[in-house]
Antibody
Framework: EVQLVESGGGLVKPGGSLRLSCAAS????????MNWVRQAPGKGLEWVSF??????YYADSVKGRFTISRDNAQNSLFLQMNGLRADDTAVYYC????????????????WGQGTLVTVSS | DIRMTQSPSTLSASVGDRVTITCRAS??????LAWFQQKPGKAPRLLIY???TLQGGVPSRFSGSGSGTEFTLAISSLQPDDFATYYC?????????FGQGTKVDIK
């Protein structure tokens, strides 16, 4: 069974840092691109970052502050968040899949349950 | 960035009704569109990908159509479990973008 389990969320002061993790199981993690998607309280979904074996991308709202990485040996995805701001407050989901190769583009087919990040003084 | 615009924002319907939700992209995305269902406190659940392909395990009362810039999600006969918020998402190019969501509630 495919499972994605996020952890690392919590309360942090503005300007602070946090590192989120996503533990993957039930599939060949190294062969999939991965993403972080967030949802502010009461708001819609916002894509944050993507990583494959060849590339990584970021939303403009987090570029230069967040860094996505992965450890295929540990089946884990990470999001290092620095310079946190109040508007980064959200539930952060990891999601499997994405990117385009040849004539095919891939969609996020499995999501974790999310971890809440609250940025407040 | 590609803007995704959903309508309506809220939809009130009864069990058994047929409902449709529209999603428009600001530029062509071919058929690289997904639909998600989300219930309060839960992660999004993939319903449809490539505009019209039903994800495994999703009831056949859900269907998707469209290509280019205009897309539709239809629920043929609304069931109690279908009251939720629905999002479209383009995965044609980064940054991925989502519609603002359509909340389907009980009339």
């Amino acid at each position: 069974e495919v499972q994605l389990v996020e952890s690392g969320g919590g309360l942090v002061k503005p300007g602070g840092s946090l590192r989120l993790s996503c533990a993957a199981s039930g599939f060949s993690f190294s062969t999939y691109a991965m993403n972080w998607v967030r949802q502010a309280p009461g708001k819609g979904l916002e894509w944050v970052s993507f990583i494959s074996d060849r590339a990584s991308y970021y939303a403009d709202s987090v570029k230069g502050r967040f860094t996505i990485s992965r450890d295929n040996a540990q089946n884990s995805l990470f999001l290092q968040m620095n310079g946190l701001r109040a508007d980064d407050t959200a539930v952060y989901y990891c999601a499997r899949g994405g990117g385009c190769t040849g004539d095919t583009c891939y969609y996020p087919d499995r999501w974790g349950q999310g971890t809440l990040v609250t940025v407040s003084s | 960035d590609i803007r995704m615009t959903q309508s309506p924002s809220t939809l009130s319907a009864s069990v058994g009704d047929r409902v449709t939700i529209t999603c428009r992209a600001s530029q062509t995305i071919s058929s690289w569109l997904a639909w998600f269902q989300q219930k309060p406190g839960k992660a999004p659940r993939l319903l449809i990908y490539k505009a019209s392909t039903l994800q495994g395990g999703v009831p056949s009362r859900f269907s998707g159509s469209g290509s280019g810039t205009e897309f539709t999600l239809a629920i043929s006969s609304l069931q109690p479990d279908d009251f939720a918020t629905y999002y479209c998402q383009q995965y044609n190019s980064f940054p991925w973008t989502f519609g603002q969501g359509t909340k389907v509630d009980i009339k």
